[in-house]
Nanobody, 128 residues
Framework: QVQLEESGGGLVQSGDSLRLSCAAS????????VGWFREPPGKQRDLVAA????????YYVDSVKDRFTISRDNAKNTALLQMNRLKPEDTAVYYC?????????????????????WGQGTQVTVSS
């Protein structure tokens, strides 16, 4: 069992940076891939970035490449999403999710059903 809690959201201006943190509890967190999803108002929840449990493989959706950086520290049971050069279209509730236990060390899940554990979300609002 893994429990996740996000923090670090807020209201910023276009071009600013934010760093989202995901604190995890549970002995197996280090063996779960981690994804950051976002849900804009009135839209579906989509994957933004994901990292394998080994940290050796990373995925970004095209719209955030070169602006967002995902990382994890298995020793501290945390995952981070560094968001730079934020845009108004990045406004959304951001969720941290842990993928199923048992994936291979370099596997990066991209589908919602591949994630078993979810945080409550943190709001990110970017004003123009």
């Amino acid at each position: 069992q893994v429990q996740l809690e996000e923090s670090g959201g807020g209201l910023v201006q276009s071009g600013d940076s934010l760093r989202l943190s995901c604190a995890a509890s549970g002995r197996t967190f280090s063996r779960h891939p981690v994804g950051w999803f976002r849900e804009p108002p009135g839209k579906q929840r989509d994957l933004v970035a994901a990292i394998s449990w080994s940290g050796g493989n990373i995925y970004y959706v095209d719209s955030v490449k070169d602006r967002f950086t995902i990382s994890r520290d298995n020793a501290k049971n945390t995952a981070l999403l560094q968001m730079n050069r934020l845009k108004p279209e990045d406004t959304a509730v951001y969720y941290c999710a842990a993928g199923s236990y048992g994936f291979k060390e370099y596997y990066v899940p991209r589908l919602r059903y591949e994630y078993d554990y979810w945080g409550q979300g943190t709001q990110v609002t970017v004003s123009s």
